[in-house]
């Protein structure tokens, strides 16, 4: 370790961190690697030799104009979310969008591909007609309006938001062969800017008997839950932008209640009443949705803070290995509790580990991008990542975990994910 200095393609003992091909996390900081590509030479407007460059259309007539608000390269247009909707009645019930992060990088998830969970529809509406009231148990009951809003000390976070349902398809008895949308494209990562509620509850005055908050939507089925005082008090916050713009509709324009680390359901869009009270709503989303049933039939209920968790992005099943040669694994970890410590990976289905390079700054409550380089020779291989939060929460195996929670569970899947490569570089969904 340290002692190599700018080296090619050259791996000897001490850069292997683990078995069936992981190499140290400082691999790529030490070693230059060849590539294979031969570079052709054309001349630039001042005469300059222009390695690699030839002359493309492109250069020889002026591009389009500027645009009033700028868009995706049309190379581009088919990174989109995967959309997925539950008939009820004849109509759309649920409704989602899956965020594709096989083809993300970074932390932060493009507001656009946001992924979105709304069940009843998104609403249109006109933030000159929409107010958010708090009342209930509280002195002063008050009514802001989004330029109300804005007047209040802001705070601006970075988040993950995650609906409780994402990856539920991996309680199945079978691996799917849906992609990494299906599988874990109901979490996402934001700037948020708004009011901590705490702020607003503040100049409400609340009564010291005060327990639980019901936030309710305007959405035509007004979803409601229940938020528990403390959380309301710690960090629970009004959102009104998102990655430096206003929130988009999908995600609760003029605003919503976010609750950092809770499942995402809770964090109610479109928000329009905060009730202040001593007891929970016990409203459909906190009773015949959002519990866990157990093994014996009883099913838990506001169990709100979700769990350590990570996946690799890259590579994922919706791509294969072209040829044999070095690989950047890389993914994301979260943890609802706090600070992701420690992402640990391996290539051998979990019989050895090999600790991952983590992106920094790691912020609380937000994705954390993880990265290891590994050298893939051909052998088939089972790549799976463990994430390990700042309290020592370790990531579960998916046997783990439905031992504890029983065949029932339907909620807060967190279990490691694996992906199969087979000799031809497929990769597949598997259970090992
Ligand atoms: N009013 C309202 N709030 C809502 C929902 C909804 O349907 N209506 N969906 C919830 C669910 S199930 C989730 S997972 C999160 C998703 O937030 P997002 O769509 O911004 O990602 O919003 C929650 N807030
Ligand atoms: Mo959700």
Known sequence: MGQHNKKTMTIDATDQAAG???LNRRFFLTSTLLTSAALASAKSAFGQEMVGQGQEDWTLYPGSDALEYGELSRFEVGRVKKLVGEVSGGRTATSAG?????NLMGTITPSGLHFEVTHHGIPDIDPDRHKVVIHGMVKNPLKFDINALENYPTVTREYFMECSGNSRICYEDKPTKQHLDMTHGLVSGSQWTGVLLSTLLDECGISKDAKWIIAEGADSGSLSRSIPIDKALKDTMIAIYQNGERLRPGQGYPMRVLNPGFEGNTSVKWVRSLYVTDKPVMSRFETSKYTDKLYDGNALQFSLELDVKSVITRPSNAMSLAKHGLYE???LAWSGRGKIARVEVSADGGKTWAEAAIE??????MLTRFRIP???NGTPAILQSRAIDEFGR???TRKELISARGNKAFYHFHAIHSWGVDAKGGIEHVYA
């Open 20 to 22: 069936g091909g992981l």
């Open 98 to 102: 899956r965020t594709p992060h096989h």
């Open 329 to 331: 694994v890389t993914g």
């Open 360 to 365: 920094g700054p790691v912020n609380s409550i």
């Open 374 to 376: 590994w050298m893939w």
């Open 394 to 396: 370790v990531q579960p």
